[in-house]
C-alpha cells in the first residue's frame, strides 16, 4: 500500500540558507501536518492542512512557512536557518478533516535537516 | 490547550517479562489516544489505538487501558523480546492533532 512520501530523506545546509521539504501523502488523504523532532525529543507539532486551509498552528518559528497544493502534497519552506533547527521533520496524513478518520496519523520516514 | 506526561522515560526489561507504560492527560474532551513505537532515526509506526468509549484493547502482545475519568491511559507489552527494544510515544489526539508524551525508551535484554 502507498505510504506517506518525503523528500529528501537528507538536508545538510548550512546557517542563515533556505530548506524546503516536500511531502506526499497518502492517495485521497486530505490532511496533511508537520512535525519537528529533535534528538531525543517527541515530535512537536508545527502546522496541518485540510483541504488546502491551513487548520491548526503549533510552535511554527515565523520563518518556517508551509501550503498544500491542489494535488493534496505539502511543502515546508525554512528560512534563515538556526543550527536549532537541525532535527527531523515529520510528515504525516490522515483521511476526513474533522470527521473521526482524521484521528489515525499515518507518518513519512521523515527528512533529516542538519544545519551546519 | 492539552498536557500528555508519560512515565517512565527509560525501561529495562528482561526478555520474557511484561512491560508496562503510562500516560496521563488534561483535557476531558480529548478522545482518541493512539501508542506508537519509534526506531532510532525511523518514523512513528501506530502499533494499538483505542478511543474513549472503550476501556481496553488487545492485538496479541500489546493491550491499551483507558481510564477516562482518572486522564489516564496504559500500554502493556507481554512476553517481551529483543525486538521489542525502541522508544514508545503515547499521544492523545486534542483539537484535530495528535499531542504526544516525552517517550519511554524500552530496553528488552536476552
Known amino acids: 500500500a502507498a505510504g506517506v512520501i518525503q523528500s529528501p530523506r537528507h538536508l545538510i545546509k548550512e546557517k542563515r540558507e533556505t530548506a524546503t521539504l516536500k511531502c506526499y501523502p497518502i492517495?485521497?488523504?486530505?490532511?496533511v501536518y508537520w512535525y519537528q523532532q529533535g534528538p531525543g525529543q517527541d515530535p512537536q507539532f508545527l502546522i496541518s492542512?485540510?483541504?488546502?486551509?491551513?487548520?491548526d498552528k503549533g510552535s511554527i518559528p515565523d520563518r518556517f512557512s508551509a501550503q498544500q497544493f491542489s494535488d493534496y502534497h505539502s511543502e515546508l519552506n525554512m528560512s534563515s536557518l538556526e543550527l536549532g533547527d537541525s532535527a527531523l521533520y515529520f510528515c504525516?496524513?490522515?483521511?476526513?478533516?474533522?470527521?473521526?478518520?482524521?484521528?489515525?496519523?499515518?507518518f513519512g520516514s521523515g527528512t533529516q535537516l542538519s544545519v551546519l | 490547550g492539552e498536557n500528555v506526561e508519560q512515565h517512565p522515560s527509560t525501561l529495562s526489561v528482561q526478555e520474557g517479562d511484561s512491560a508496562v507504560i503510562k500516560c496521563t492527560y488534561s483535557?476531558?474532551?480529548?478522545?482518541?489516544f493512539p501508542w506508537y513505537k519509534q526506531e532510532l532515526g525511523k518514523r512513528p509506526q501506530l502499533i494499538i489505538d483505542?478511543?474513549?468509549?472503550?476501556g481496553e484493547k488487545k492485538d496479541q502482545r500489546i493491550a491499551v487501558t483507558l481510564n477516562k475519568t482518572a486522564k489516564h491511559f496504559s500500554l502493556h507489552i507481554t512476553e517481551t523480546q529483543p525486538e521489542d527494544s525502541a522508544v514508545y510515544f503515547c499521544?492523545?489526539?486534542?483539537?484535530?492533532?495528535?499531542?504526544f508524551g516525552t517517550g519511554t525508551r524500552l530496553q528488552v535484554f536476552p
Open positions: 483535557d476531558s474532551a480529548s478522545n482518541y
Open positions: 504525516a496524513s490522515s483521511l476526513g478533516g474533522r470527521a473521526a478518520t482524521n484521528e489515525k496519523l499515518f
Open positions: 492542512f485540510y483541504e488546502k486551509m491551513q487548520s
Open positions: 499521544a492523545v489526539h486534542n483539537t484535530d492533532k495528535l499531542i
Open positions: 483505542i478511543r474513549s468509549n472503550v
Open positions: 492517495p485521497r488523504h486530505d490532511t
